[in-house]
């Protein structure tokens, strides 16, 4: 445990999307909290995206593997954790179908890893940020996931989700270690890859080129604003009860091609652009999320609806094309020709 009064926190994975914007919030909202982030820096890791935090003395950065035992060990040991926030993932499920391998090693092995630290070390909390992909897909007329959805997982991203789950049950059962589990829908917000569907379908459009849709676009996604989504870890790291879960919803349920659409929409854009291309093997068709045991237990609310959440995303976008455009080239050109055979126009 910390031996200071400010709570030492370490965030795996800060350096991706939900990650960099949880450091940015987290040190914000706790200006006495000390953080320390472990990122392996894979292609999904930019650090462009903390450079305003990068000189912040409450800020320490790690180049690493989550699934390197000594490093995690070495860490733990040197900095006392009060808190960890497992954020670090391979998480794109297009790129699981392609190779499932790295899924393995950094969701399960890595994660077991930092339970094994956490359970060796003590630390007050451990929150494993996970999806409700592991409950599998909806039928149109089912009731949203809750809690009590049995796991399903049908991508090796989800299935290796799932996995770290039930890892972290047993740990907390077998061990004691105080894991608590959160499971939130689809993200959307700034800092997010552009290989994921909001972005996709942001700068194709911005570009005029077309905007890929899978199968029939008729696919549902439960979206949440990426500030809401912080807010809920951050609830759960300091209230949430060790051996729950909890899951994350808005209330944001649309069609792939609805939200295609609206972002047209909201661009200025032809619905010409839309371009229907072949469906991704074993593609959930709808996700949905009841979190009223999060808001009835923890307090919490979503506070962006998604129209602002999408309006103020494009912008985002808008802004910060040089951050962007260093991504789209290099590694994802080579992703893009193997999984779609080249960028889409
Ligand atoms: P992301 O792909 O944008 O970022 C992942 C980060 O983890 C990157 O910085 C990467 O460099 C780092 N990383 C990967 N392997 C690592 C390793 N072995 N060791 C250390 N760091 C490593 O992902 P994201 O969208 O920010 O998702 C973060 C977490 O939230 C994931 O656990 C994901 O499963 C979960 N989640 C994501 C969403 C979503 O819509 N994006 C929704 C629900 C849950
Ligand atoms: P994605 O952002 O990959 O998230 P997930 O698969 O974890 O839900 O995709 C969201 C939805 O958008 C999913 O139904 C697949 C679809 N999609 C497209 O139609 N076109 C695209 O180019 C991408 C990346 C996704």
New binding site residues.
Partial sequence: MSNSDKEALLV??????????FIHYLLREHPDWRLVN?????????LESLAAVQHDPRYTFVH?????RELVDALFARYHFDLVA???????VDRSILDPA?FL???VK?TQVLLEAARQYGVVKFLQ?????VYGSLGLADPPFTEESPLAPNSP?SAS?AAADLLGRAYFVTFGVPVVTI??????GP???PE?FIPTVILNALEDKPVPVYGDGLNVRDW?HVED?CRALDLALQKGQPGEVYN?GANNERTNLDTVKTILRLLGKPETLIKFVQDRPGHDRRYAINPAKLMAELGWQPQVSFDSGLAGTIEWYMAHRDWWERIISGEYLEYARRWYGGVVG
């Fill in positions: 795996t994975g800060g350096a991706g999307f939900i990650g960099s914007n472990l990122d392996k820096l894979t292609y999904a890791g930019n690493g593997d989550v699934a390197d497992h954020l670090a993932a391979e998480s794109h790295p090693e950094t969701n890595g940020v996970s999806t409700d992909e991203y989700k499971r939130c829908g689809n993200n959307y800092y997010q890859h994921k949440v989504h994350i």
